[in-house]
């Protein structure tokens, strides 16, 4: 969630406190989930992090735009905004956007879709009130990809997202992604929304770079 200059996750785990202590105030704790570091539990004590293996490995880092570079988005309403790089060239990316078995691989299993074409709307099934039914409104064959929720899911009604794909020197691919809110929203429903779209940016990172993605098991 983006609040003013600052960005807010709230995330509750299946662990104990001293469990989540540990694995933030443990130098090798710490070294396994973000970087390695020489961190220590003391005030005043200043540390490093060595960004260096973040950078080889090619994570998915979320990033934020300000709203100022893009005059033509409301003002009023916050933006999720996410950029990816892919092992994988904008081919095998821009299939996972818009061929059916591939985009079943990575968000929901079960959707139902024409082939993609400005106009044309993607109705992807998850559960209980979540299942949002999008509307291609931008179609720039491996380059651009634009959706607006047209239903499905009450707090995206009208809110756009888009993808943006961007291929590197080394035949990787960077991937773009914002979602423009239509209405503001409470800061939670943010959190959530920014904490599962980098789940599932990942989950589409993974069948371009490996074949396995994590898509959410809808019922058939």
């Known amino acids: 969630m983006i609040d003013g200059d600052r960005v807010v996750h709230e995330v509750r785990y299946a662990h104990p406190v001293r469990a989540v202590w540990r694995a933030l105030t443990d130098p090798a704790e710490l070294?396994?989930?973000?970087?390695?570091?020489?961190?220590?539990?003391?005030?005043?004590?200043?540390?490093?992090?060595?960004?260096?293996?973040?950078?080889?490995?090619?994570?998915?880092?979320?990033?934020?735009?300000?709203?100022?570079?893009?005059?033509?988005?409301?003002?009023?309403?916050?933006?999720?905004h996410h950029v990816v790089d892919i092992d994988a060239g904008t081919e095998s990316v821009w299939s996972a956007l818009t061929e059916p078995d591939q985009m079943a691989g990575w968000w929901s299993t079960k959707l139902r879709t024409p082939p993609a074409a400005v106009g044309a709307q993607v109705e992807w099934t998850f559960a209980g009130d979540f299942n949002p039914v999008m509307e291609i409104i931008t179609l720039d064959q491996g380059r651009e990809l634009g959706w607006r929720c047209v239903s499905g899911h009450d707090p995206w009604q009208d809110s756009i997202f888009r993808f943006e794909l961007a291929a590197l020197d080394d035949r990787r691919t960077k991937l773009c992604f914002w979602q423009d809110y239509a209405v503001e929203l409470a800061d939670d429903y943010y959190g959530v929304y920014n904490f599962n779209w980098g789940y599932y940016l990942e989950s589409l990172r993974l069948p371009c770079a490996t074949g396995t993605g994590k898509p959410f098991p809808a019922q058939s």
């Open 31 to 80: 070294a396994a989930w973000l970087m390695p570091n020489d961190f220590a539990p003391t005030v005043g004590h200043r540390f490093r992090l060595d960004a260096q293996i973040w950078t080889r490995a090619n994570i998915g880092v979320p990033t934020l735009r300000h709203r100022s570079d893009r005059p033509d988005r409301r003002l009023t309403v916050k933006t999720i």
